[in-house]
């Protein structure tokens, strides 16, 4: 069944500007595991509250449009695709944007 909108959250990097660490291969499930643990390079926070619970609003908004009765008939509507980062802050960041037919 297509639905109205779709999200695919995964990843977590290090906010702090002089850190590289990144890993790719945690999933969203796994998220609350990582909530203000210290980066294994650096010591920064992984992933503060603020953006945590961003998380969470994003993946419910999503629901909520796949539950409103209107969603199915806009399936033929062209998607976006859009690779975000955030800062720690909760505030999102749109790193890249591209219209997907």
Same mark, same amino acid.
């Given at each position: 069944?297509?639905?109205?909108?779709?999200?695919?959250?995964s990843?977590?990097?290090?906010?702090?500007?002089?850190?590289?660490?990144?890993?790719?291969?945690?999933?969203l /499930? $796994?998220?609350?595991?990582?909530?203000?643990?210290?980066?294994?390079?650096? =010591?920064?926070?992984?992933?503060? @509250?603020?953006?945590?619970?961003?998380?969470?609003?994003?993946?419910?908004?999503?629901?909520?449009a796949?539950?409103?009765?209107?969603?199915?008939n806009?399936? /033929? $509507?062209?998607m976006?695709?859009?690779?975000?980062?955030?800062?720690?802050? =909760?505030?999102?960041?749109?790193? @890249?944007?591209?219209?997907?037919?």
């Open positions: 069944m297509k639905t109205a909108a779709s999200i695919k959250i990843g977590i990097k290090c906010d702090n500007p002089s850190c590289d660490y990144t890993n790719e291969e945690v999933a /499930d $796994e998220y609350e595991n990582w909530l203000n643990k210290p980066c294994p390079c650096c =010591g920064e926070n992984l992933l503060t @509250e603020d953006d945590f619970n961003t998380v969470k609003l994003m993946v419910a908004m999503v629901q909520i796949n539950e409103a009765p209107q969603a199915a806009n399936i /033929d $509507e062209p976006i695709e859009a690779k975000i980062s955030m800062d720690g802050s =909760g505030s999102i960041n749109v790193d @890249e944007m591209k219209i997907k037919d």
